[in-house]
């Protein structure tokens, strides 16, 4: 498979199983409680959980090392502080499942997790484009 919008699909999929299988399959009581807890060990090592799937990733496509820990950088700051604020909405509006809110900030805060996996994709790609 050499065709790049193949390969760039194919990542982002991978990313996207990912994210399915580290933030509802395997997530647990002690990460989902605690992610609103800034610098709680249970949001560090969900986030910490997710850079570890997403090095799957490079089995696939191989952006070298330091490109590689980069990304994998960058997506823990960025998975850790996008679960953190939409626990803060969550918490300081006191949103429950009730909530169309609550739905609101669910979307959200998947929808910037999507978004953060296109661009880890793209950044990963980058390279075989020049």
Not at 3 to 19: C, E, F, N, W, Y
Not at 24 to 48: D, E, M, S, W
Not at 61 to 66: E, S, T
Not at 68 to 75: F, P, R, S, T, Y
């Amino acid at each position: 498979m050499t065709d790049p919008i193949h390969i760039a699909l194919t990542a982002v999929l991978i990313l996207l199983i990912k994210h399915l299988i580290f933030d509802f399959f395997l997530q647990t009581a002690y990460q989902y409680k605690n992610k609103g807890i800034y610098g709680h060990p249970g949001g560090i090592l969900h986030a910490g959980l997710h850079i570890f799937g997403t090095s799957f990733l490079f089995l696939f496509v191989n952006p070298g090392a330091v490109l590689a820990v980069q990304i994998l950088a960058g997506e823990f700051i960025v998975h850790y502080h996008i679960d953190w604020t939409k626990e803060q909405v969550v918490k300081r509006m006191r949103l429950t499942a009730e909530d169309a809110a609550f739905w609101w900030t669910l979307g959200v805060d998947q929808f910037l997790h999507g978004a953060t996996y296109v661009a880890i994709a793209w950044i990963a790609l980058s390279r075989f484009a020049q």
